[in-house]
């Protein structure tokens, strides 16, 4: 069994839909990180850097923090979403590094500046709309010639796309990136990403353009 620690974010997402994917039985329990519940000791002694996601597989003996890492053991220990061949299995981890390293801290500091904070810093703002515009047009290039992020359906989609979903609070147009939005849509219409989407809490639907 498994215990899912987690909030209605992109991060947390990542994690509820593999989850899905996979079929496995879970517990998930809702830690609100807007009432600071992420620095209760219990939730820190199994995720000490103080964020979601984190899980606890009881059956491995062990408790992982950070959602690439989660989303690695999950798809090792199930032998689905990650190949073992070396070219194949490189592609997906380097797509789903891209996301832990770039197309998700810098959404994040959009989020902060631009949608928070408005006015708080033009200087930020410019700076990492730029990157999120530029990071967007990479994947849009990539997925110009491929159906998913990296071979088959993989981890790497799962993680990418939560962050899309929040393509809204970053102000960006998808229809603007024809190949990301086509993939997003596929993504969008599966049930267990529809399912993974609304853990912990039902969000409203998946926003998607017409
Ligand atoms: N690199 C981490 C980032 C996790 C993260 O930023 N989690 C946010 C929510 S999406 C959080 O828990 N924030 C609470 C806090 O910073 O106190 C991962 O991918 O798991």
């Known amino acids: 069994m498994i215990d899912l620690y987690t909030w209605t974010t992109p991060n947390g997402r990542k994690v509820s839909i593999l989850l899905e994917e996979l079929g496995l039985p879970y517990t998930v329990f809702p830690v609100h990180i807007g009432k600071d519940e992420q620095f209760a000791p219990d939730f820190l002694a199994i995720s000490p850097n103080n964020k979601i996601p984190a899980i606890v597989d009881h059956d491995a003996g062990v408790s992982i923090f950070e959602s690439g890492a989660i ?3 999950l798809a090792e220990k199930t032998g689905r979403f990650l190949p073992t061949e070396t070219k194949a299995r490189a592609q997906v981890m380097q797509w789903l590094m891209w ?11 959009v989020h902060y ?21 530029r990071l967007y047009a990479v994947l849009d290039r990539h997925l110009a010639g491929n159906e998913h992020v ?3 359906y993989s981890i790497a989609d799962m993680a990418i796309f939560p962050w899309v979903a929040r393509h809204d609070w970053h102000r960006i147009d998808l229809t603007h990136y024809p190949h990301v939005l086509r ?10 990403v529809q399912k993974g989407y609304q853990v912990p809490a039902d969000a409203g639907p998946i926003p998607v353009p017409a």
Do not use: I
Request: no cysteine.
């Open 71 to 73: 989303m690695v053991h």
């Open 99 to 109: 996301q832990m390293g770039g197309f998700g801290p810098m959404l994040g500091q």
């Open 113 to 133: 500046f631009v949608k928070n904070n408005p006015g708080l810093s033009p200087p930020a703002e410019e700076r990492f709309m730029k990157e999120t515009a």
């Open 150 to 152: 990296a071979g088959d």
């Open 183 to 192: 993939w997003y849509k596929a993504l969008a219409g599966r049930e267990a």
